[in-house]
């Protein structure tokens, strides 16, 4: 079955550090990937998303991910995290030749950066 | 631009009960989804629907989850009767009718299933 995999359960940074958030996924075909966040107590909103074109997305935030195709990764980066990032950060992948919107999703990494 | 609307946002229950959760998409928005979130793990699509008709209900276990979507607008999701393992939040999400390789899922804030 195709599966959606986020390496890092749980991260904790300092502020000012790097970050760096692992997806893979199974599928072999045709994908529109996607990175949604969710800060404590709000709901799901969408950090970026890649369909086509260029492989490096960048989205709201100062956060951007990269799309390699022959990893099957799409890794969510930010060269310097802020307390305010502290959230749990989902991956999903969609099946570009599907006739349904049907998301796959990752079981997240909660960030939590220390001030 | 109003968001998508669920309620309630918190329900408890017993074992054997039953309960429905309601969403509103936002306006003009013609697909909706409901996923479930267990505790630790991802959403997972349960059903679709493309208007008012179902377009994914794969996942959906039948057996005891039924959803609606008469006028093609707002939705119910109805669990009949619960059990414990159907403790998780609710996610309600919408798109427009765009066509699904630019497809981006607006989601409400979900609600929160306890089952005792």
């Known amino acids: 079955a195709q599966s959606v995999s986020q390496h890092n359960h749980h991260v904790i940074l300092s502020e000012a550090a790097s970050l760096e958030l692992g997806c893979n996924y199974s599928y072999g075909g045709t994908v529109n990937l996607f990175w949604y966040v969710q800060y404590p107590g709000q709901h799901l909103q969408l950090l970026l998303k890649y369909f086509s074109g260029d492989p490096l997305v960048k989205g709201i935030k100062g956060f951007e991910a990269e799309f390699i195709k022959s990893k099957f990764s799409f890794n969510l980066r930010k060269p310097s995290v802020q307390w305010s990032d502290t959230a749990e950060y989902f991956c999903?992948?969609?099946?570009?030749?599907?006739?349904?919107?049907?998301?796959?999703f990752g079981q997240g990494t909660t960030l939590q950066v220390k001030p | 631009e109003a968001g998508v609307a669920q309620s309630p946002r918190y329900k408890i229950i017993e074992k054997r009960q039953s309960v429905a959760f309601w969403c509103n998409p936002i306006?003009?928005?013609?697909?909706l989804y409901w996923y479930q979130q267990i505790l630790g793990q991802g959403p997972k699509l349960l059903i679709q629907f493309q208007n008012n008709g179902v377009v994914d209900d794969s996942q959906l276990p039948k057996d005891r989850f039924s959803a609606e979507r008469l006028k093609g607008v707002d939705s119910t999701l109805k669990i009949q009767p619960a059990k414990l393992e159907d403790s998780a939040v609710y996610l309600c999400?919408?798109?427009?009718?765009?066509?699904?390789?630019?497809?981006?899922?607006?989601f409400g804030p979900g609600t929160r299933l306890t089952v005792l």
């Open positions: 999903a992948v969609r099946h570009g030749s599907s006739n349904t919107g049907k998301l796959i």
């Open positions: 999400a919408s798109s427009l009718p765009r066509v699904w390789d630019t497809d981006t899922q607006y």
């Open positions: 306006s003009g928005h013609a697909t």
